[in-house]
């Protein structure tokens, strides 16, 4: 064997490892990887670490943090990947998401990753990428004899969706005796020893299995099986049987070992000077709540990549002036930062802004802000989310209570998860995304007051938030885990 391709018990014992990182698109997706890479680099400086890197991103916030990385840690390699180009033309249009497409042009230039992580000096030692790429990487990690670890960045329950889809879809099939489709529809699905997912709860491109979104989770999901294990953004006390039964092996028998490690968190060293200039901005986020009460603003945002309609928009701006509470809303219109240049007076409607100035009581901002941090901010007292699940980890670290309006995607079943483990409250009637209706400003008014002066949703997200802190210091679950990973990490490399 090269060095390249020794395989894991020809490795020296006690060697460096290094870690190359292929993470995918999409914040939701990168944000977790930096978090772990820089506390990977922080954990151990045994380490080394490598990051493919594709250039240009699809969004101007994954550019930006890209850079922030390397800027940040220094000892951190890239390596460039140059992607084949793919015609985006190729997909129906209704099936064009620009992440999406992102994710399938990486798919399809994985067989470039092979001479990457075969001519990296020192040698890899493992590989660790996201769920997006597995059915590709994976077999090219095997075969190259390096161990292949997948960091996934959402729940362990939506996890288990992942890979127990697969087996759903046979099992309906061998029922209705069907070669191709599925004439009584993907139905709900009941992943054994987690939870019973409704059809209705789950990402909405799943009910369709010709779509891009689809044939990706599919194969993805056959392919975990052969991972080496999973880093899962979560924690024990969040998730326990969902983590239970992946572990025991009864979602698919012989699952690879999980890992929960969450909530994976931003270390300070990187952004804390960033954060000193923010603060000395008069206008900006956390000098507004600086001067607001405690726990009086509801903190809104839908995440990166939500499409919400400006009709709705405007509705959650009334809601929001009728609730009486301060809000602070990070407002996105497009899927696509860069694609963004409506103006907040046109989205949201004459005099709204204006009101707003006068009366103090709310902020709107189109910018990248640091949410992690508002929202532990102590005058926010209420997160009306999407619930991404990088917001619902962010949220049950913060301790702050989550109202949750899923959007689409794995957004209801991360609510699932955060009613279960006592981050917030998730209101299952509200508008999913496709649903040609709207939740009126009323409506959204009254939630919003209700929930903030909830005293015992308070108190159970005060309770998961010290449950988080537990699981991630010295000595606690996910403290261990990846103490356990590094070692494992050490073993191999
Ligand atoms: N985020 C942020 N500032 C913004 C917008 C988003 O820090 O202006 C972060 C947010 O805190 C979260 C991530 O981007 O960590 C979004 O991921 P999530 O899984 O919540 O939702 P997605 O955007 O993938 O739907
Ligand atoms: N996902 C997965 N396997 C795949 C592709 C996606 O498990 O092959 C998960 C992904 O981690 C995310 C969810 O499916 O949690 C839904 O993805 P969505 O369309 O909402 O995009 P995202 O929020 O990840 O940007």
Redesign the pocket.
């Known amino acids: 064997a090269t060095p390249a391709t020794k395989s894991l018990g020809e490795l020296d014992s006690g060697a460096r490892p290094h870690v190359m990182f292929i993470p995918s698109a999409?914040?939701?997706?990168l944000?977790?990887f930096f978090r772990f890479i820089a506390s990977l680099a922080g954990h151990d400086d045994d380490v080394d670490i490598s990051v493919v890197t594709v250039l240009p991103t699809v969004s101007a916030?994954e550019a930006d943090h890209f850079n922030s990385l390397f800027a940040a840690l220094p000892h951190v390699r890239r390596v460039d990947l140059h992607l084949l180009p793919l015609n985006a033309s190729e997909f129906p249009s209704h099936d064009r998401d620009p992440f999406i497409v992102r994710w399938e042009a990486l798919r399809r230039s994985a067989h470039l990753l092979g001479p990457l992580i075969a001519g990296a000096a020192p040698r890899v030692s493992a590989v660790i990428t996201d769920v997006t790429l597995t059915s590709y990487v994976i077999p090219i990690a095997k075969e190259l004899g390096v161990p292949c670890h997948v960091l996934f960045?959402?729940c362990a329950t939506m996890l288990s969706l992942n890979a127990y889809f697969p087996l759903h879809l046979d099992k309906k099939k061998k029922a209705e005796q069907h070669e191709q489709g599925l004439a009584g529809g993907i139905g709900d699905v009941d992943i054994p020893g987690v939870r019973r997912i409704p059809w209705s709860c789950l990402p909405q491109p799943l009910l369709d299995l010709n779509k891009l979104f689809t044939k990706q989770f599919i194969d993805n999901g056959r392919e975990n099986i052969n991972a080496d294990g999973f880093l899962v953004n979560t924690f024990d006390a969040l998730e326990p049987a969902a983590l239970a039964a992946l572990r025991d092996g009864k979602v698919v028998p012989g699952f690879p070992p999980v890992y929960a490690i969450g909530p994976l968190r931003s270390q300070q060293h990187s952004n804390s000077a960033a954060a000193e200039v923010e603060k000395e901005e008069d206008s900006s986020p956390v000098a507004w709540l600086d001067k607001q009460p405690a726990r009086s603003v509801v903190y809104v945002?839908?995440?990166?990549?939500?499409a919400v309609s400006h009709a709705q928009i405007r509705e959650i701006a009334a809601g929001l002036e009728a609730s009486g509470c301060r809000f602070l809303w990070?407002l996105?219109t497009t899927k696509v930062d860069r694609d963004d240049s409506a103006e907040l007076t046109d989205v949201l409607g004459e005099g709204f802004l204006e009101r707003l100035q006068l009366g103090q009581h709310g902020l709107v901002t189109k910018?990248?802000?640091?949410?992690?941090a508002l929202l532990k901010h102590p005058s926010v007292g209420l997160y009306l989310?999407?619930?991404?699940?990088?917001?619902?980890t962010?949220a049950a670290a913060a301790g702050v209570p989550l109202l949750a309006w899923p959007r689409g995607?794995d957004?209801r079943v991360n609510a699932m998860v955060a009613v279960s483990g006592g981050v917030g409250v998730w209101m299952e009637h509200w508008s999913w995304d496709g649903e040609d209706w709207l939740v009126t400003a009323e409506e959204i008014g009254k939630k919003v007051r209700e929930v903030m002066s909830d005293a015992a949703v308070r108190a159970r997200a005060t309770r998961t938030g010290e449950e988080a802190a537990k699981a991630v210091a010295e000595g606690g679950t996910s403290y261990r885990s990846m103490q356990q990973f590094i070692s494992t990490l050490k073993a191999t490399g």
């Open positions: 999409g914040m939701g997706h944000l977790p916030a960045i959402s945002a839908f995440g990166n990549r939500s990070v996105k910018a990248w802000v640091d949410q992690e989310s999407h619930s991404g699940w990088n917001s619902v962010e995607g957004h």
